[in-house]
């Protein structure tokens, strides 16, 4: 399925860049300030004898700069640089006395191209890549949950390596894509899009020696950023 949307967006890109070498237009260069809420998860993969690892949305949230060129019809390049926050919250669905939690704070830089279509009211559409910095790593884990870790009876079975072990690798990757509204006035351009990263790297080392062998982010967010035309 994201193999599907991704080979269709690559599709109107290649279309629109071909008919955009017939008409004239003036390039058009724009900045901005977003800020959105940020609902995350992780998708882990484990060894040999041990059970998945379940985890539901952490809500947080993330916002930062953007430059935004236009560089003909319908075509444009992104750039921004956001603080976002990430992580996970572990889904105990049979056991709610047991809770835990795991933030990551990340300096986010996506690089997207931007197709649009329409005039004052335009339907955006974004996609690229994206390298993210790990700026701080916070756990939260509940006194009955930390008892059980410590009674000796937690079984071997149940993942236990994310606890009490913090993000081993502090560089991130993978693809962002998003679409919306942009609703373009006198006094700027306002922009509401939904988004859906795809973690490609991993938080934990993931050779055949370690514990998990897939921990990647995965990141559903809203974010309205509002832009001003420099020239």
Known sequence: M???????????????TVKGQDNKFKPEWNVGIGFGPT????????????????????????????IRYITEKNLGLIAELNYS??????????????????????????VLTHIYFGNKVRFIFNLGPKLSFLLSDSEEINEALENYLASGTFPEYRPSYQ??????????????????????????SFALEGRYSFGLGDIY???????????????????LTYYVKLF
């Open 163 to 188: 606890y009490y072990h913090m993000a081993e690798r502090k560089i991130d990757y993978g693809i962002m894509a998003g679409m919306g509204i942009e609703i373009r006035t006198g006094i700027g």
């Open 205 to 223: 080392n993931n050779s055949k020696a370690d514990y998990f062998t897939r921990s990647a982010n995965r990141v559903i967010s809203a974010k």
């Open 39 to 66: 609902f995350s998860s992780m998708s882990f993969e484990t060894g040999i004898n041990v059970n998945s690892l379940s985890t539901k949305n952490l809500q947080q949230y993330a916002g930062g700069i953007a």
């Open 85 to 110: 926050q990430q992580g996970w919250a572990q889904n105990f669905k049979e056991e709610p006395q047991y809770a835990h939690s795991h933030k990551l704070d990340y300096f986010e830089i996506p």
């Open 2 to 16: 994201v193999k599907r949307c991704l080979y269709s967006l690559l599709f109107i890109l290649f279309a629109i």
